[in-house]
Structures are given as structure tokens and as C-alpha cells.
């Protein structure tokens, strides 16, 4: 795979510009006013509320055809329901209206690198040179975005120089990923040093991320996913468990947790437990659809034989993000009817 983070980073949603767009969009469709006109949308996609989100959009994109703003927002929700080539296509169109803005050209290059996993070799190769691109272009428009630091040196580690990667130009984005997010900065390490074979020192790399943020359960998930690569199962649900013992908040970790309990098909009842947790929760994440969750749910509880849970979880997919393709295992209601 040429870019596939089993934990990502907690993203920041960017929004600027100018949101004339949306204000228009509003105040044409009767909603409240708010100080941050892109409230609305930044909620629906922060929640999962993919089809809430793309009413909007195509609203705004309909009084602004060309606005970058809006064009990427429907690009992250597109990119949320796995729609690689309408997202592709929409955060082209951002990147088009505004060159300038880095975290427009991030959002293109995870595009890029989301449809190159499903593409022939020949097409990934392609993609994946432009992903990198697009990578080093928001780094160079913002020496200080973490995200694209932390994605750039992720793709580095995973893809080799031809298509413009390699782990000397991870090693060499560290010192700049450490001023900006430290515990990133141990994450990227502690990925070089496993590409190295260098296990010991990869492990004491992502416990130093725990020290540096002890109250934090996302060093532990990452933990957790280190373990379960090297096939240490019982320090892997130890950590897994710690870290989902400090999310108070029933956040993202706790999906985290749930997706490497699954892979390793442990605990289902936990994993079911996590996800609704998370689901019940106001700290829900653009990382973490509540609509993809809900689908994550309903193939647990499928394969745990209850299929009228399974049902019900489907059908709030649908109504969250009709766009979005289930695939649960074992219950009718899966496909669309």
C-alpha cells in the first residue's frame, strides 16, 4: 500500500477564505446565523453527516461554482464515503482557486493516495508521484502544518524514491515535524525505525511519545498497532485497553481500539461496546464518520448473530451518507433494495 496510516492523527479542520459563499447559502435556506458561518458544515462533517453536508455545498457551490472553500470541504465529505474520484475532482477544483493554501494541497494528495491503493500498478505509480507532490507543495506553502509534515513523512517512509519517497527523506522532515508536534515527531521516528527492522527502537520511540503525553490515548493505540504488527498479542490488548481507559471522552481512540480488536478478531463484545460509546458521544471526529462507524458496528453485530442490530445500524448509514457503500457480512439488509 503507497499510503494506509492504521492511526491517523487527530486533524485540525482549516477553514479560511472567505465564507461568503455560505453565508449566501444560509440565508437563502432559511438556517440559523452563526458567528462562523462554516459551522454548519464543519459539524455535519465532523459528525458524519455526509448528506447534510453536501445539501449545503451544492447549495454554496451553486451561487459559487469556483469558490476553493467549498470545493474542499465536498471533497473531504466525498472523501469520507470512499468516493476516491469526486473527491479527486473537487479538491482539484480548490487547489485550481486557490494555489496558496496548504492544507488545499494535503487534501488532494490524500485523495491521490487513497485512489492509488485501488488502481492498477501503472495508475498507481502515477498517483502516487503525484501524491507526493502534492505532499511537498503544502509543506512548502507552510513550514509549520503538521498535518502535511506527519502525512509527507509517513508516505516517505511507506513508498520508495522512484515515486518520489524514501526514509531518508522521512529522517530528514523530523527536526521540523519535532518543533511543531513532538509526539509526531516520536510517531515518524519510531515508523522509520520499524522500516529499518529496528523493532527495539521503534517501540521505545512510541513509548516515549506516552511519556511525553502520559493522559493521552492515542500513543497508546499507536502502541497497540506496533504490537499487533509484530505479533505480541497480549502487549497489544494491554495497551489497547489503557489507552481506551484514558479516552473520558469516548473519542476517536476508542475507534481506533475497536479497528485493532477486530483485525486481530478479539473481544468483539469490547469492540461493540467502544463503537457505541463513540457513537453516543460529542467527540466525534471527521476521521471517524459516524456513518463508517455505524458500519463498523453492523458488521460486528452480524457476525455476533444479532441481526436486527445489525439492520438498524445500516439504515442510519443510509440516512447519514446514502453515498457511502456497506458491505456487512450476513445481514440482508446490507446492499441497497
Do not use: C, M
Given at each position: 500500500m503507497l499510503f494506509n496510516r492504521e492511526s491517523f492523527l487527530r486533524r485540525t479542520i482549516f477553514i479560511g477564505g472567505s465564507l461568503v459563499w455560505l453565508s449566501m447559502a444560509l440565508a437563502a435556506n432559511g438556517w440559523a446565523r452563526h458567528a462562523d458561518p462554516a459551522e454548519p458544515v464543519r459539524a455535519d462533517i465532523a459528525f458524519g453527516r455526509a448528506n447534510a453536508a453536501l445539501l449545503k455545498l451544492n447549495a454554496a457551490l451553486a451561487q459559487n461554482p469556483s469558490d476553493p472553500e467549498a470545493h474542499n470541504l465536498r471533497c473531504r465529505v466525498f472523501y469520507q464515503e470512499e468516493q476516491w474520484d469526486h473527491a479527486i475532482a473537487d479538491c482539484e477544483a480548490a487547489?485550481?482557486?486557490?494555489?496558496?493554501?496548504?492544507?488545499?494541497?494535503?487534501?488532494?494528495?490524500?485523495?491521490?493516495?487513497?485512489?492509488?491503493?485501488?488502481v492498477s500498478l501503472i495508475s498507481a505509480f502515477k498517483l502516487a508521484r503525484k501524491l507526493a507532490a502534492e505532499f511537498q507543495q503544502a509543506v512548502q506553502l507552510d513550514s509549520r502544518n503538521a498535518d502535511a509534515l506527519a502525512d509527507l513523512g509517513e508516505f516517505d517512509v511507506e513508498a520508495p524514491s522512484i515515486v518520489g519517497g524514501g526514509v531518508n527523506r522521512a529522517i530528514a522532515l523530523v527536526p521540523q515535524l519535532q518543533a511543531v508536534n513532538p509526539i509526531a515527531a516520536l510517531s515518524l521516528q519510531a515508523r522509520i525505525a520499524e522500516s529499518k527492522k529496528d523493532y527495539p527502537t521503534a517501540e521505545s520511540q512510541l513509548k516515549a511519545a506516552i511519556a511525553q503525553s502520559p493522559d493521552s490515548p492515542g500513543p497508546w493505540m499507536d502502541l497497540a498497532s506496533f504490537y499487533r504488527r509484530r505479533g505480541r498479542p497480549d502487549d497489544m490488548l494491554t495497551a489497547v485497553h489503557t489507552g481506551a481507559s484514558l479516552d473520558h471522552l469516548h473519542g476517536s481512540a476508542l475507534?481506533?481500539?475497536?479497528?485493532?480488536?477486530?483485525?486481530?478478531?478479539?473481544?468483539p463484545q469490547t469492540a461493540i461496546q467502544w463503537l457505541q460509546q463513540y457513537l453516543n458521544s460529542q467527540a466525534q471526529t471527521e476521521d471517524a464518520p459516524?456513518?463508517?462507524?455505524?458500519?463498523?458496528?453492523?458488521?460486528?453485530?452480524?457476525?455476533?448473530?444479532?441481526?436486527?442490530?445489525?439492520?438498524?445500524?445500516?439504515?442510519?448509514?443510509?440516512?447519514?451518507?446514502?453515498?457511502?457503500?456497506i458491505s456487512v457480512r450476513g445481514a440482508s439488509a446490507a446492499e441497497g433494495e
Open positions: 487547489v485550481k482557486a486557490s494555489p496558496a493554501d496548504s492544507n488545499f494541497h494535503l487534501w488532494l494528495g490524500r485523495a491521490y493516495g487513497q485512489k492509488a491503493e485501488r475507534v481506533d481500539g475497536a479497528s485493532i480488536l477486530t483485525r486481530e478478531h478479539l473481544e459516524s456513518f463508517a462507524v455505524r458500519a463498523k458496528l453492523a458488521d460486528l453485530l452480524s457476525q455476533q448473530g444479532d441481526t436486527a442490530g445489525a439492520e438498524q445500524q445500516i439504515a442510519a448509514v443510509r440516512a447519514l451518507a446514502s453515498g457511502y457503500h
